[in-house]
Every structure is written in structure tokens, then in C-alpha cells.
């Protein structure tokens, strides 16, 4: 079964510096999303993505925030100057056609910030 | 905005038993969907089942089902002949009924199934 694949699973960096977490999403899905749950808490929607612009993004989604479909297949999200509580589990999550039937989510990267 | 609550933070039950995990959801729209998400300890998130919420019939999938109740914006989980593999942080979500909606997630439950 087709997967969402996502690197690393695990990063550390260090406050102030810039990270990029990379996705693969499934082939022939069209919508791309990013969520983040910090440890013990509940999953929050950070953006999303269609037609390569930025269809709708939250208040966490600041400034330091960006994301990209460089080359048709990876989706990136980038943190430009990290801070500690961006330490979370980020979510890479794509959909095909209906993204009101559910998504497929990646399995993670599990980001901290030291 | 849509909230969506899960109030019970821990559940336990036995294998082979029936488990019902409660959620709630607060919301304007008449057209939405709603989904159970389940989060083993490999953290990634699977989709256990989805309803439609203009269909009255309650969604079923093997041994999950769901007791939706459109009027009580009530939206339960039922786990029949729970097995070890259902241990995992089970998540309620909901979706408005538009073009590439975001997921609004409650704060989970965390389900042990006891051998």
C-alpha cells in the first residue's frame, strides 16, 4: 500500500538554527498538508497545500515558516530559526482527490530543539 | 471555529471485550465529516473510520463502529473484540464539508487492552 514517507524521523538542532523536514507523499495525491502534536497534546493543522501555493495556513504558521514543493514529488517545511517549543512530532499528510475522505499521514519527525 | 472534545483522557479494557470511546463536537455547519484516528506506538497516524454527517446510518469498518448522534453533536467509538494491536491514542477529528478542508483534532484518549 502507498505510503507518505517522511525524513528524518528524528532531528535535534539547536535553538536559533534552521531545519527543513521533508516529505514524499503518495504519487498521484494533489493536496498536502503539515500538522504538528506536541508531546501529550492534541494534533494541530499548521498549512496546507494545493496546486503549489499555500491554500490555508494557522497562527502557529508564522514568519518562520515556509513550505515548498521544490521538484513534484518531495514537500518540504521549513523552520527558520528554531525555537524550544518547536520541539513536537511534525505530521506530513497527503490527500488525492477528496480530501473529505481522510488522509494519509506520514509516520513523523520527531523534531527537538536544544 | 469547531472544537471537538474528548473528555476521557484513559481507557482500559480486556481483550475480547467491547470498548465505547466518547467524543464531542461543537460546530454551525450542517455538512461535515467526522473521523476516528488511531496512533499506535509507532506515532503515525491511521484512519479507523469515517461518517458523513448528512448520512443517519452509522459508519461500521470490521470490528469499529460509531455511534453518531447528529443532534447531541455526539460521536462514540465502539471496539468490538478488542485485540492487543488496538492499544494506541485513539483521536476524534472533524472536517468541514469544503474543498480541501483541515482537520480540527480532539486531545485523544489513550486505550490499553489488557491480555
Known amino acids: 500500500e502507498p505510503e507518505v514517507t517522511q525524513t528524518p524521523s528524528h532531528q535535534v538542532t539547536q535553538m536559533g538554527q534552521e531545519v527543513i523536514l521533508r516529505c514524499v507523499p503518495i504519487s498521484n495525491h494533489l493536496y498536502f498538508y503539515w500538522y504538528r502534536q506536541i508531546l501529550g497534546q492534541k494534533v494541530e493543522f499548521l498549512v496546507s497545500f494545493y496546486n503549489n501555493e499555500i491554500s490555508e495556513k494557522s497562527e502557529i504558521f508564522d514568519d518562520q515558516f515556509s513550505v515548498e514543493r521544490p521538484d513534484g514529488s518531495n514537500f518540504t517545511l521549513k523552520i527558520r530559526s528554531t525555537k524550544l517549543e518547536d520541539s513536537a512530532m511534525y505530521f506530513c499528510?497527503?490527500?488525492?482527490?477528496?480530501?473529505?475522505?481522510?488522509?494519509?499521514f506520514g509516520s513523523g519527525t520527531r523534531l527537538t530543539v536544544v | 471555529a469547531q472544537t471537538v472534545t474528548q473528555s476521557q483522557p484513559e481507557m482500559s479494557v480486556q481483550e475480547a471485550e467491547t470498548v465505547t470511546l466518547s467524543c464531542t463536537y461543537d460546530?454551525?455547519?450542517?455538512?461535515?465529516?467526522l473521523f476516528w484516528y488511531k496512533q499506535p506506538p509507532s506515532r503515525q497516524m491511521i484512519l479507523v473510520i469515517r461518517q458523513e454527517a448528512y448520512k443517519q446510518q452509522n459508519a461500521t469498518e470490521n470490528r469499529f463502529s460509531v455511534n453518531f448522534q447528529k443532534a447531541a453533536k455526539s460521536f462514540s467509538l465502539k471496539i468490538s473484540d478488542s485485540q492487543l494491536g488496538d492499544t494506541a491514542m485513539y483521536f476524534c477529528a472533524f472536517m468541514k464539508h469544503e474543498a480541501n478542508s483541515k482537520l480540527t483534532f480532539g486531545k485523544g484518549i489513550t486505550l490499553s487492552v489488557r491480555p
Open positions: 499528510a497527503s490527500a488525492k482527490v477528496n480530501p473529505n475522505y481522510g488522509y494519509t
Open positions: 460546530t454551525s455547519e450542517n455538512n461535515y465529516y
